[in-house]
Each structure stands twice: as structure tokens, then as C-alpha cells.
């Protein structure tokens, strides 16, 4: 069984930043997929960014909108993932939840799919 446990998550204004934070527990994956998604309030929940690991290497992926602000990373021994967030806008307030696939696939984490989720934590930027 695997758990995700999200942090960091909070009140922050117009122009600053937060780091998000995601632990698993449980199995672990030699490839996999791990990061965020988010849900604002009468929103579809939208792709945010991921990181994908395999035997030889791995990549990062952004959503458009946080390109240039948001930076994913991973500490492998940790289990963790880490999400910085900077110059944070109002449209960024939302709840962010961490997932996880047990494979190295962003086709299908960028469209919502992953084996685990985290229970959510809440960014709320104020202008």
C-alpha cells in the first residue's frame, strides 16, 4: 500500500511563493510518475507539474500557465517530492493534490491518471 502525504499548502500574497511538499510511503517504484494536479472551486481539476524517473534517467513536466515559476524535484532516498512555487497569482489559488503512477508515463498523469493520491492541501493567494 502506498500513502501520500502532502504539506506546505497555505495563505500566501500576490508575487510570493510557497514550496509544496508530497511523501510516500509504502512500495517502492524503480519508474514511476509523481507530482501535482489542482482544483479550483467550480473548476475541473487541471495538470499542474510531474516528474518521471526510470532506471536511466528522468524529466519534468509543466503546465503552461506555471512555466517559468513553479519547479519540481524529487529526493529519491526520501520518497518526496517538491514543488516551488514562486511569483504565485491569484489564479493559482486552489487545492493541490500530489499523485503517483507506478510508471513513467506523463501522457497519462498530464490527463489526470495516477495509481495513488494525496488527500489535498490548500494554496490560496490573495491579491
Known amino acids: 500500500q502506498v500513502q501520500l502525504v502532502e504539506s506546505g499548502g497555505g495563505l500566501v500574497q500576490a508575487g510570493g511563493s510557497l514550496r509544496l511538499s508530497c511523501a510516500a510511503s509504502g512500495r517502492t517504484f524503480s519508474s514511476g510518475t509523481m507530482g501535482w494536479l489542482r482544483q479550483a472551486p467550480g473548476k475541473e481539476r487541471e495538470f499542474v507539474s510531474a516528474?518521471?524517473?526510470?532506471?536511466?534517467?528522468?524529466?519534468?513536466y509543466y503546465a503552461d500557465s506555471v512555466k517559468g515559476r513553479f519547479t519540481i524535484s524529487r529526493d529519491n532516498a526520501k520518497k518526496t517530492v517538491y514543488l516551488q512555487m514562486n511569483s504565485l497569482k491569484p489564479d493559482d489559488t486552489a487545492v493541490y493534490y500530489c499523485?503517483?503512477?507506478?510508471?513513467?508515463?506523463?501522457?497519462?498523469?498530464?490527463?489526470?491518471?495516477?495509481?495513488?493520491w494525496g488527500q489535498g492541501t490548500q494554496v490560496t493567494v490573495s491579491s
Open positions: 499523485a503517483l503512477m507506478g510508471r513513467a508515463n506523463s501522457n497519462s498523469f498530464t490527463g489526470g491518471s495516477a495509481d495513488y
Open positions: 516528474i518521471t524517473w526510470t532506471w536511466n534517467g528522468g524529466s519534468t
